[in-house]
T-cell receptor, first 112, second 114 residues
Framework: EDQVTQSPEALRLQEGESSSLNCSYT??????LFWYRQDPGKGPEFLFT?????EEKEKERLKATLTKKESFLHITAPKPEDSATYLC?????????????WGLGTSLAVNP | EAGVTQFPSHSVIEKGQTVTLRCDPI?????LYWYRRVMGKEIKFLLH????????ESGMPNNRFLAERTGGTYSTLKVQPAELEDSGVYFC????????????FGPGTRLTVT
C-alpha cells in the first residue's frame, strides 16, 4: 500500500539553528514528490515538486532533496516566520489517474 | 489573481442533515480536486475533475457524498445525510494542467457534525 511517513512530528528550533525534515515514501509509480507549507487555518501552500532521485530545489532558506526512498527539507538559519506545518505528498500513477498521498506533516516552531 | 476560494469556512450541522460545500478554483484551471482531513489523520484525496468531468472519484467515502462541477467552473460537494465521521476539514485545490501537478489549495471548510 502506498504510504508517506514524515518525521519528526514536531520540531522546535532556535532562530538560526539549521535542521532537516524527513519524508520517506513507498509509492508505486511515483510521478512527483511535493512539499507544502500550511499555516493555521489556511490551506496548504505549494513549495516544491521533485521528480527524480538526485534532484534538488531551493527557495530562500529552504532546500528540498530527493532520493529513491525519501526526501529531505533542509531549513538553513530559520526565522520565526518559518514556523508552520510542513507537509510532504507523493503523487502516484494508477492507470490514467494520479493522486497525492500525504504524510501527517511536521510542525515546526522557530523561537526568536 | 484570485486564489482558490471555499464557502463556507465553517459549518456545524446535526447528524442526518445535508450540507453543501462550494469551491471556486483559480480562473482558467481545468483541474479541480477535493480532499479531506479528519482530525489526527493525513489529508485524503476524494476526487478529481477535469473541466466538468469526473476523472477520478476513487476516494469518495460512500454514496452519501455527491460532487458536481457544472460548466467546468465552480464545484459543489454535498453530503446527505451527514454522519458524525464526516467531520473534518474539506480542502479544494485546482491546477492549470494535470501534467505539472502543482495544485493550489483553498483555505478549507471545517465541517462539524454533531
Amino acid at each position: 500500500e502506498d504510504q508517506v511517513t514524515q518525521s519528526p512530528e514536531a520540531l522546535r528550533l532556535q532562530e538560526g539553528e539549521s535542521s532537516s525534515l524527513n519524508c520517506s515514501y513507498t509509492v508505486s509509480g511515483l510521478r512527483g514528490l511535493f512539499w507544502y507549507r500550511q499555516d493555521p487555518g489556511k490551506g496548504p501552500e505549494f513549495l516544491f515538486t521533485l521528480y527524480s532521485a538526485g534532484e534538488e530545489k531551493e527557495k530562500e532558506r529552504l532546500k528540498a532533496t530527493l532520493t529513491k526512498k525519501e526526501s529531505f527539507l533542509h531549513i538553513t538559519a530559520p526565522k520565526p516566520e518559518d514556523s508552520a506545518t510542513y507537509l510532504c505528498a507523493a503523487m502516484n500513477e494508477a492507470g490514467n489517474n494520479r493522486k497525492l498521498i500525504w504524510g501527517l506533516g511536521t510542525s515546526l516552531a522557530v523561537n526568536p | 489573481e484570485a486564489g482558490v476560494t471555499q464557502f463556507p469556512s465553517h459549518s456545524v450541522i446535526e447528524k442526518g442533515q445535508t450540507v453543501t460545500l462550494r469551491c471556486d478554483p483559480i480562473s482558467g484551471h481545468d483541474n479541480l480536486y477535493w480532499y479531506r482531513r479528519v482530525m489526527g489523520k493525513e489529508i485524503k484525496f476524494l476526487l478529481h475533475f477535469v473541466k466538468e468531468s469526473k476523472q477520478d472519484e476513487s476516494g469518495m467515502p460512500n454514496n452519501r457524498f455527491l460532487a458536481e462541477r457544472t460548466g467546468g467552473t465552480y464545484s459543489t460537494l454535498k453530503v446527505q445525510p451527514a454522519e458524525l465521521e464526516d467531520s473534518g476539514v474539506y480542502f479544494c485545490a485546482s491546477s492549470l494542467r494535470t501534467i505539472t501537478y502543482e495544485q493550489y489549495f483553498g483555505p478549507g471548510t471545517r465541517l462539524t457534525v454533531t
